[in-house]
C-alpha cells in the first residue's frame, strides 16, 4: 500500500502507489510515485518543468496508461473501475482544450452531459459557475473570443460543472494578471472550504504557499518532498531580505552570526539565521548609522525552499555520474 | 456506480455527444448539407440528363432512374464518413478530446454517440439528394424496409471506418488520403453508374471483391427491385464489415491508439 500503509483507504481523495510511466521514447517520467492524499485537502503538487507533474496528472485523469503501479481515487481504483474513479473528478488541464468554435455555456452543458447529468440540472450548474467565474455575460459568445484569463476560468467552470469530489488544477493561473490570479484563489479556496479535495500544480510558488496545506515536490520523475506545507516551512533555516537604504554606503556593514551583501550602494541583502531576531539587525545598523527605508522578502520562502530541494536533488543525482572510473 | 445510475449516465451522454453532433453539422450547413446537394445535381444534369439519354435503358430503368439509388448511398458514404472523420479527428487535433476521455463515460459510448452523429448527416444527406433526384425522375420505391435498412447499416459501416482513420491519423492529410484513394475509386466502381453485368469477365470478378458493390446494389433493390448481387450476400457482407469494424474501434479506443499516452 506504500504511502497509505497507516491509514485506512477511505481516508484518501486520492492514492498513489509505486507509479511508474515510461513513454515509448525511453523516457521515464515517473520512477516509483507513492503518495496520498486525504479528502478534503488542499495539496501542491509542485516541481521543476518536465518533473513528472503532467504526467502524474494525466495518469490519475486516464489521460495517461500508466507502465506499472496503482491510483486509487476515494478508494477506487482507476484501472479497475474507471468510470467510477472519473466521476469524481474534475481537472483543469495546463493547455487549453475546449472547442473554441463552441460557446462557453454549450462547453459547460457538454461536459455536464458526459458525466450523466440531465440538461436541465446541467443548464442550472453552468450558469451558476459561470456567474461565480464572471463568465456569464460571454456565455453566448464564441469561446475563441475570450481573453486569455477568460479561457481559464471557463475550463475551471467546465471542471466544476460535475461538483467533483476531488478537483485538480494543473497550473489554472499561468498567463493570468494578479488581479485575475487573485479573484481564482478566492473562487477554488471557497470551493475547498465547502469540502472538495484540490490538488494544485503551479510555477508560482506564493500561490501554493498562500492556499496549500499539504505539498509534495516532484523532481525527475521521483518525490523528493512530501510534509505539510508549515512543516516544510519550518525547515527554512536562513531567510534573506532586500533593505532599501536611505543613504548610499561606501562599504559593506557587518554583523556577527549574519552574511551581508551590498548588491549597490544603496540596498543589503541580508541572509540571517532562524535563530537570529531582525531586531539584532536593525540594532546593529542602526548603531553603524545606516537607516533602512524599507525591506522585503528576497523570495518568498517556499521558493527559497523548493530552490534548495531541487538542486540539492540534482546535485545528488549527478554526483554518481561525474564521479572518475 | 450502480448498474441503473451506470445506464442513466450513459444515455445522458449518447444524447449529449449526438446533440453536439448535430448542433456541429447544422452550424456549418455551408460545408455539411449544401455541396453535396450541388454535387448531386450536377450528377444528374450530366451523367443522368446528357449522357443519361444516349445510354438509354439499364436494369429496365431509365440511366436516370438507375443511378438515382448509386448516387444518394455514394452521398450517404461520403458524409458519413466525412463527418466522423472531421468531426473526431478535429476534437482530437483540438485537445477537446480529452473533454470525453477523462469523463466517466465507456468508450461504447463515446463511439455509438460519434456513429450516431455521422449516421445522422448521411441521412440528412442521403434526403436532401434523394429530394433533388426528384427534380429530375419520379421513383417509386420498392421495398421501403430494405431500402432504409441498407441505408441505416451502410452509413455505420462507413462512420465507424472513419473513426479507425480518425484514430490513427496524424495531421490533416491523414484524413484525405482514405477518402480520395480508397474510398473514392471503389465507389465509382462499385456499380453507382453501371450495372456489373455490362463488365469483362474477368473486372466483374474483380468486382465481387468491393464491399461498396453490395451497398450499392442491397440499396438499388430496396429502391428499384433489381439488383446485380443476392440480397442475402449485400446484408452478409455489410453486416460483417460492420461487426469488424465496430470491434476493431473499440479495441483500438480501449487501447487509448492516438489519444492517451
Given at each position: 500500500?506504500?504511502?497509505?500503509t497507516?491509514?485506512?483507504?477511505?481516508?484518501?481523495?486520492?492514492?498513489?502507489?509505486?507509479?511508474?510511466?515510461?513513454?515509448?521514447?525511453?523516457?521515464?517520467?515517473?520512477?516509483?510515485?507513492?503518495?496520498?492524499?486525504?479528502?478534503?485537502?488542499?495539496?501542491?503538487l509542485?516541481?521543476?518543468?518536465?518533473?513528472?507533474?503532467?504526467?502524474?496528472?494525466?495518469?490519475?485523469?486516464s489521460?495517461?496508461?500508466a507502465?506499472?503501479?496503482?491510483?486509487?481515487?476515494?478508494?477506487?481504483?482507476?484501472?479497475?473501475?474507471?468510470?467510477?474513479a472519473?466521476?469524481?473528478?474534475?481537472?483543469?488541464?495546463?493547455?487549453?482544450?475546449?472547442?473554441?468554435?463552441?460557446?462557453?455555456?454549450?462547453?459547460?452543458?457538454?461536459?455536464?452531459g458526459?458525466?450523466?447529468?440531465?440538461?436541465?440540472?446541467?443548464?442550472?450548474?453552468?450558469?451558476?459557475?459561470?456567474?461565480?467565474?464572471?463568465?456569464?455575460?460571454?456565455?453566448?459568445?464564441?469561446?475563441?473570443?475570450?481573453?486569455?484569463?477568460?479561457?481559464?476560468?471557463?475550463?475551471?467552470?467546465?471542471?466544476?460543472?460535475?461538483?467533483?469530489?476531488?478537483?485538480?488544477?494543473?497550473?489554472?493561473?499561468?498567463?493570468?494578471?494578479?488581479?485575475?490570479?487573485?479573484?481564482?484563489?478566492?473562487?477554488?479556496?471557497?470551493?475547498?472550504d465547502?469540502g472538495?479535495?484540490?490538488?494544485?500544480?503551479?510555477?508560482?510558488?506564493?500561490?501554493?504557499?498562500?492556499?496549500?496545506?499539504?505539498?509534495?515536490?516532484?523532481?525527475?520523475?521521483?518525490?523528493?518532498q512530501?510534509?505539510?506545507?508549515?512543516?516544510l516551512?519550518?525547515?527554512?533555516?536562513?531567510?534573506?531580505?532586500?533593505?532599501?537604504?536611505?543613504?548610499?554606503?561606501a562599504?559593506?556593514?557587518?554583523?556577527?552570526?549574519?552574511?551581508?551583501?551590498m548588491?549597490?550602494?544603496?540596498?543589503?541583502?541580508?541572509?540571517?539565521?532562524?535563530?537570529?531576531?531582525?531586531?539584532?539587525?536593525?540594532?546593529?545598523?542602526?548603531?553603524?548609522?545606516?537607516?533602512?527605508?524599507?525591506?522585503r522578502?528576497?523570495?518568498?520562502?517556499?521558493?527559497?525552499?523548493?530552490?534548495?530541494?531541487v538542486?540539492?536533488?540534482?546535485?545528488?543525482?549527478?554526483?554518481?555520474?561525474?564521479?572518475?572510473? | 456506480?450502480?448498474?441503473s445510475?451506470?445506464?442513466?449516465?450513459?444515455?445522458?451522454?449518447?444524447?449529449?455527444?449526438?446533440?453536439?453532433?448535430?448542433?456541429?453539422?447544422?452550424r456549418?450547413w455551408?460545408?455539411?448539407?449544401?455541396?453535396?446537394?450541388?454535387?448531386?445535381?450536377?450528377?444528374?444534369?450530366?451523367?443522368?440528363?446528357?449522357?443519361?439519354?444516349?445510354?438509354?435503358?439499364m436494369?429496365?430503368?431509365?440511366?436516370?432512374?438507375?443511378?438515382?439509388?448509386?448516387?444518394?448511398?455514394?452521398?450517404?458514404?461520403?458524409?458519413?464518413?466525412?463527418?466522423?472523420?472531421?468531426?473526431f479527428?478535429g476534437?482530437?487535433?483540438?485537445?477537446?478530446?480529452?473533454?470525453l476521455?477523462?469523463s466517466?463515460?465507456?468508450?461504447?459510448?463515446?463511439?455509438?454517440?460519434?456513429?450516431?452523429?455521422?449516421?445522422?448527416?448521411?441521412?440528412?444527406?442521403?434526403?436532401?439528394?434523394?429530394?433533388?433526384?426528384?427534380?429530375?425522375t419520379?421513383?417509386?420505391?420498392?421495398?421501403?424496409?430494405?431500402?432504409?435498412?441498407v441505408?441505416?447499416?451502410?452509413?455505420?459501416?462507413?462512420?465507424?471506418?472513419?473513426?479507425?482513420?480518425?484514430?490513427f491519423?496524424?495531421?490533416?492529410?491523414?484524413?484525405?488520403?482514405?477518402?480520395?484513394?480508397?474510398?473514392?475509386?471503389?465507389?465509382?466502381?462499385?456499380?453507382?453508374?453501371?450495372?456489373?453485368?455490362?463488365?469483362?469477365?474477368?473486372?466483374?470478378?474483380v468486382?465481387?471483391?468491393?464491399?461498396?458493390?453490395?451497398?450499392?446494389?442491397?440499396?438499388?433493390?430496396?429502391?428499384l427491385g433489381v439488383?446485380?448481387?443476392?440480397?442475402a450476400l449485400?446484408?452478409?457482407?455489410?453486416?460483417?464489415?460492420?461487426?469488424?469494424?465496430?470491434?476493431?474501434?473499440?479495441?483500438?479506443?480501449?487501447?487509448?491508439?492516438?489519444?492517451?499516452?
Amino acid at each position: 500500500m506504500g504511502a497509505a500503509t497507516l491509514h485506512t483507504w477511505w481516508m484518501y481523495a486520492l492514492e498513489v502507489d509505486d507509479l511508474r510511466k515510461t513513454y515509448k521514447n525511453g523516457v521515464q517520467a515517473l520512477k516509483g510515485i507513492s503518495l496520498a492524499v486525504a479528502e478534503g485537502d488542499f495539496f501542491a503538487l509542485l516541481g521543476p518543468n518536465g518533473a513528472g507533474k503532467s504526467t502524474l496528472i494525466g495518469v490519475v485523469s486516464s489521460l495517461v496508461t500508466a507502465t506499472g503501479g496503482e491510483v486509487r481515487v476515494f478508494g477506487t481504483s482507476i484501472r479497475e473501475e474507471r468510470s467510477r474513479a472519473m466521476s469524481c473528478i474534475g481537472l483543469v488541464p495546463q493547455e487549453l482544450n475546449f472547442n473554441q468554435f463552441e460557446k462557453p455555456l454549450e462547453i459547460v452543458v457538454n461536459q455536464a452531459g458526459y458525466y450523466g447529468i440531465p440538461r436541465a440540472t446541467a443548464l442550472q450548474r453552468a450558469e451558476k459557475y459561470l456567474k461565480q467565474l464572471n463568465l456569464w455575460d460571454k456565455a453566448q459568445r464564441p469561446s475563441r473570443t475570450l481573453s486569455g484569463g477568460m479561457k481559464r476560468r471557463l475550463m475551471i467552470a467546465r471542471a466544476m460543472v460535475n461538483e467533483p469530489r476531488l478537483l485538480i488544477l494543473d497550473e489554472p493561473t499561468a498567463g493570468v494578471d494578479i488581479e485575475i490570479r487573485r479573484s481564482m484563489w478566492e473562487f477554488i479556496r471557497g470551493i475547498n472550504d465547502r469540502g472538495t479535495t484540490v490538488i494544485l500544480t503551479t510555477h508560482y510558488l506564493e500561490e501554493a504557499e498562500n492556499l496549500c496545506r499539504n505539498i509534495a515536490i516532484i523532481d525527475q520523475g521521483e518525490i523528493i518532498q512530501n510534509t505539510d506545507m508549515k512543516s516544510l516551512l519550518a525547515t527554512l533555516d536562513v531567510e534573506t531580505f532586500v533593505l532599501d537604504l536611505r543613504e548610499s554606503l561606501a562599504e559593506c556593514p557587518r554583523v556577527d552570526g549574519m552574511e551581508i551583501v551590498m548588491t549597490d550602494g544603496r540596498t543589503l541583502e541580508a541572509s540571517l539565521p532562524k535563530q537570529k531576531s531582525l531586531n539584532i539587525l536593525f540594532a546593529e545598523l542602526d548603531r553603524q548609522g545606516i537607516q533602512v527605508l524599507s525591506m522585503r522578502n528576497k523570495s518568498n520562502r517556499l521558493e527559497e525552499l523548493f530552490m534548495r530541494l531541487v538542486d540539492r536533488n540534482q546535485a545528488a543525482l549527478q554526483a554518481p555520474q561525474e564521479r572518475p572510473a | 456506480m450502480s448498474g441503473s445510475a451506470g445506464h442513466s449516465v450513459n444515455w445522458v451522454g449518447f444524447v449529449t455527444i449526438v446533440r453536439k453532433e448535430v448542433t456541429r453539422i447544422l452550424r456549418i450547413w455551408g460545408q455539411t448539407i449544401v455541396p453535396p446537394a450541388i454535387t448531386m445535381t450536377l450528377y444528374f444534369i450530366i451523367f443522368g440528363e446528357l449522357i443519361g439519354r444516349r445510354i438509354g435503358d439499364m436494369g429496365g430503368f431509365s440511366y436516370m432512374q438507375y443511378i438515382v439509388p448509386g448516387l444518394v448511398i455514394m452521398s450517404v458514404i461520403t458524409n458519413s464518413y466525412g463527418n466522423m472523420v472531421s468531426s473526431f479527428f478535429g476534437a482530437k487535433f483540438g485537445k477537446h478530446i480529452e473533454e470525453l476521455l477523462i469523463s466517466p463515460l465507456p468508450n461504447w459510448v463515446i463511439l455509438a454517440g460519434y456513429v450516431a452523429g455521422a449516421l445522422l448527416r448521411g441521412l440528412m444527406v442521403g434526403a436532401v439528394v434523394l429530394a433533388v433526384s426528384l427534380f429530375f425522375t419520379p421513383i417509386e420505391v420498392q421495398h421501403p424496409l430494405v431500402m432504409l435498412s441498407v441505408l441505416l447499416l451502410t452509413a455505420i459501416v462507413f462512420a465507424l471506418a472513419g473513426m479507425v482513420n480518425a484514430i490513427f491519423a496524424q495531421k490533416f492529410d491523414d484524413i484525405a488520403i482514405i477518402p480520395t484513394f480508397v474510398l473514392a475509386p471503389l465507389t465509382y466502381l462499385g456499380g453507382v453508374f453501371y450495372s456489373i453485368s455490362l463488365l469483362p469477365e474477368f473486372w466483374q470478378g474483380v468486382s465481387v471483391f468491393n464491399p461498396i458493390l453490395y451497398m450499392v446494389n442491397g440499396f438499388r433493390y430496396g429502391m428499384l427491385g433489381v439488383s446485380d448481387v443476392s440480397l442475402a450476400l449485400s446484408y452478409g457482407v455489410i453486416l460483417a464489415a460492420a461487426a469488424m469494424l465496430f470491434a476493431w474501434c473499440l479495441y483500438l479506443l480501449h487501447r487509448g491508439t492516438g489519444l492517451r499516452s
